[in-house]
């Protein structure tokens, strides 16, 4: 066997720089600075290992020597000792289960699912603002549905939606747990929604205004205000506030405006970006909206970013209509159910809702743009004050 136990405490002490074998494999690395590292060389498989101990002074030399010894035995066994303190490091990592560790790993766990990566926060938000801040410490195979009551309680009736999220995250995440090997009980939440009891909440839905009711409306916005042009441009295309208000002028190519993938609501993990067609009325809107483009945006406020969705809200709250922006994609829909022989896909299409499965929009390869387009110039007619006759779409799939 080889020497062991080379060195005295006095000489690892005052070592000079350089390596300085302790025997066995055991070695101290003096630097020039003065700082020494103990280092383990074993071999494993045929392959030499270098395995770091950690710094002298804080590893004297009696605890290196008890710590050769054990890793030494592991490489006896033909096992790598390096790995095997990886695989010890993260059990004791996992040693942590509480619900705001598993969360968190549950949640990095589903990224990729959501939109821009969660960054925004909202899939974590109802869990970070109501339940972690009672129940983050509680370990998960501790978590029941007396703790998720008692947690969804105070919010159940007066904020259902958030409370209906938040019981669907603290599911995802008792699966995510279950998945992990731990002992969890995956039903801990329709327990809770057991005990609870029915919401009374009942959901409403955001007001309207009648499609024949549009035109009236669009008349008052005829001053160029950003406000006006952006209420304006969301009314003709019938697109989302968000997309609306952060249109770029990059993303407008004649009589097209193409929104990037990411930016579609209820389209995650979608590749293909959506395309808008612009009636002559839209690209009229936009023309005038261009003097104040700012930073690439249309819509620009005068912080650097765009306008608040509260921005065209509380104008229409200002002039006392019940109808919200939102309102105006109900507007468009009912128009083309009821004054146009849009089939339904061409319909839904209109509004960027996505229809049929997965398989059958596969086969189905079109956005129904050109459809779309005429669609798009006789709402724009109607909102203009013009007839508004019915559409036919002849040849429309």
């Given at each position: ?39 383990l060389?074993?071999?494993v ?7 770091g ?34 695989a ?5 990592r ?7 560790v ?8 589903r990224?990729a699912?959501?939109?821009g990566?969660?960054?925004?926060g ?6 970070n603002?109501?339940?972690?801040p009672?129940l ?13 009551r008692d947690?969804?309680?105070p919010?159940w ?8 999220k938040?019981m ?8 995510h747990?279950?998945?992990l ?8 939440t329709?327990?809770?929604k057991a005990l609870l ?16 009711d ?20 969301l009314?003709?295309t ?23 993938a ?5 389209r ?15 690209q009229?809107?936009?023309d005038l909206?261009?003097?104040h ?8 406020n005068?912080?650097?970013?765009v ?15 019940e ?26 299409a ?7 499965g ?14 779309r387009?005429?669609l ?10 013009g007839?508004g ?9």
């Amino acid at each position: 066997m080889r020497a062991q136990n080379r060195l005295s405490a006095s000489f690892v002490k005052n070592a000079p720089a350089g390596k300085h074998c302790d025997g066995a494999g055991l070695w101290l690395v003096k630097r020039d600075d003065g700082g020494a590292q103990w280092v383990l060389r074993v071999t494993v498989h045929g392959r030499r290992r270098e395995m770091g101990l950690g710094g002298f002074p804080s590893l004297g030399l009696a605890e290196a020597r008890k710590q050769a010894v054990r890793w030494r035995a592991v490489a006896a066994e033909n096992r790598d000792p390096i790995k095997e303190r990886e695989a010890e490091e993260r059990a004791v990592r996992r040693e942590d289960i509480s619900l705001a560790v598993i969360t968190e790993d549950a949640f990095e766990a589903r990224k990729a699912e959501l939109k821009g990566d969660g960054a925004a926060g909202r899939w974590l938000s109802p869990l970070n603002i109501h339940v972690l801040p009672k129940l983050g410490k509680v370990p998960v195979t501790d978590l029941d549905q007396r703790d998720i009551r008692d947690t969804l309680a105070p919010i159940w009736h007066t904020k259902a939606d958030t409370a209906r999220k938040a019981m669907n995250r603290i599911s995802i995440v008792m699966k995510h747990a279950a998945a992990l090997g731990l002992d969890v009980d995956l039903q801990a939440t329709e327990k809770a929604k057991a005990l609870l009891g029915k919401t009374r909440h009942v959901p409403k839905n955001i007001p309207a205004m009648a499609w024949a009711d549009v035109p009236d409306f669009y008349a008052t916005l005829e001053e160029p205000t950003l406000t006006n042009l952006a209420l304006r441009l969301l009314i003709l295309t019938g697109v989302r506030s968000t997309p609306l208000r952060q249109i770029r002028l990059d993303q407008i190519a004649g009589d097209v405006w193409t929104i990037p993938a990411e930016a579609m609501k209820g389209r995650k993990g979608a590749t293909e970006d959506f395309r808008v067609p612009l009636s002559d009325e839209a690209q009229r809107v936009i023309d005038l909206a261009r003097p104040h483009a700012r930073n690439g945006f249309l819509f620009p406020n005068t912080r650097g970013g765009v306008i608040s969705d509260m921005t065209l809200s509380r104008m229409m709250e200002r002039r006392g209509l019940e109808a919200r922006p939102h309102g105006f994609r109900t507007s468009l829909r009912t128009w083309l159910a009821e004054a146009t022989d849009a089939p339904h896909e061409v319909a839904e299409a209109m509004l960027a809702h996505v229809t049929d499965g997965n398989v059958v929009r596969a086969y189905r390869r079109t956005d129904f743009l050109e459809q779309r387009t005429k669609l798009a110039a006789r709402w724009a007619d109607h909102v203009t004050g013009g007839a508004g006759q019915v559409v036919k779409l002849a040849g429309a799939v």
